[in-house]
């Protein structure tokens, strides 16, 4: 039978692999951490039942624990989904640590169980109180000496308030966990954090500096290189330069996105279909087919405004070439969908000019 220390083993190992991932980390890839995860949640709760020992019992919640946190720094990039599972489980954790505490334990820290409570409140759907806490961890002035926990509780601040639509505190919070980042990786994700928020007050300048800052310092042959960040400034600076139409220095960026994504992800298609506009407006329009084409090839997702756009780039780049009976089926398609498209009246218009 498992015993705990295979478990922890388990968990240790499984979390070693994650920080240390160099690439993109696929849907299926994603899924199978996932998995992994949940088995050794079941695992720990079936051995809880029957541990006999008030140490053991200490042990399984702890790792309990760490997976929560695990996943939601390692795997879901500070992203929680509040599902039923979750919030048993966020319950379970928030009892244990109430009661180390009345117990006066010094199992945890006041620092680990005020962030770890914090993480539980986060997965159990309250982020008000999850939002108290992680502002408790970070004014703490408890020794934190990896530094880990003040820079995860200024990140998941700043994620929150991003969420509020607050973004000059998000930026503010985002800028204030860079005090606690332990290395060039850890770095970089926070400078894009801070960059995200600078582009959504709209200042594209700051931002295209700080996205460009933190691409210098990813390294994915280093821990904690975080592919879903990296992937995010490369497609950020392509829209800058692209909005300045700067279309040669976009097409770099956005050249690196399909280098480092794989093929069925969303990103490789939205770098494809830029591409394809950027094509387009240098008037390399067998270039824009190709492009347009193989993002359409490469969509496997429901259809939706942007797929629909992407038909209706490809109808226009086909007019361009002179060529209506290749349009006009993209144009007979946006017609014909029932996705809410803007430019469906001008799609309409054309199709009825070359009917």
């Not at 409570?117 to 159990?124: E, F, K, N, P, S």
């Not at 309250?126 to 880990?148: I, K, Q, Y």
């Not at 003040?150 to 308030?161: D, E, R």
């Amino acid at each position: 039978m498992t015993d705990v220390k295979q478990l922890v083993d388990q968990r240790v190992a499984l979390e070693s692999r994650l920080q240390n991932e160099t690439s993109e980390l696929s849907d299926a890839r994603a899924r199978l951490y996932d998995h992994e995860y949940n088995d050794l949640q079941k695992q720990l709760a079936a051995l809880f039942k029957t541990a006999k020992s008030d140490g053991d019992r200490i042990t399984i919640m702890l790792e309990m624990m760490r997976i929560l946190e695990n996943r939601l720094v390692y795997l879901h990039n500070f992203i929680v989904d509040a599902t039923t599972d979750n919030r048993i489980l966020a319950q379970l954790v928030t009892r244990f640590i109430d009661q180390l505490a009345s117990e006066r334990s010094t199992v945890l820290t006041k620092l680990e169980a005020t962030y770890y409570r914090a993480v539980a409140a986060l997965y159990a759907g309250d982020t008000a109180t999850a939002r108290d806490g992680f502002s408790d961890a970070c004014a703490s002035e408890e020794s934190d000496e990896a530094n880990d926990i003040k820079y995860k509780s200024y990140v998941m601040l700043g994620h929150l308030s991003h969420g509020d639509r607050d973004y000059a505190k998000a930026k503010e919070l985002h800028e204030q966990s860079l005090r606690y980042s332990q290395n060039s990786n850890v770095t970089a994700q926070a400078l894009a954090l801070k960059a995200l928020n600078s582009y959504a007050l709209g200042d594209e300048a700051e931002a295209l500096h700080l996205f460009q800052e933190a691409l210098h310092l990813f390294d994915p042959h280093q821990p904690f290189f975080n592919s879903y960040f990296y992937r995010n400034a490369l497609l950020f600076c392509g829209a800058i330069h692209f909005d300045c139409r700067e279309l040669e220095t976009a097409e770099g960026y956005y050249r690196r996105v399909l280098e480092s994504v794989e093929q069925h992800s969303y990103d490789f298609f939205d770098a494809l279909t830029h591409l394809g506009r950027i094509y387009y407006a240098q008037q390399r329009y067998d270039d824009a087919v190709k492009s347009f084409e193989r993002a359409i090839q490469t969509h496997h997702f429901s259809e939706n405004e942007y797929l629909v756009d992407t038909w209706f780039w490809l109808a226009r780049t086909h007019m361009k070439q002179n060529d209506k009976e290749r349009a006009r089926p993209y144009l007979e398609k946006i017609a014909a969908t029932e996705v809410k498209y803007e430019k469906k009246p001008q799609a309409v218009e054309m199709l009825q000019k070359i009917a």
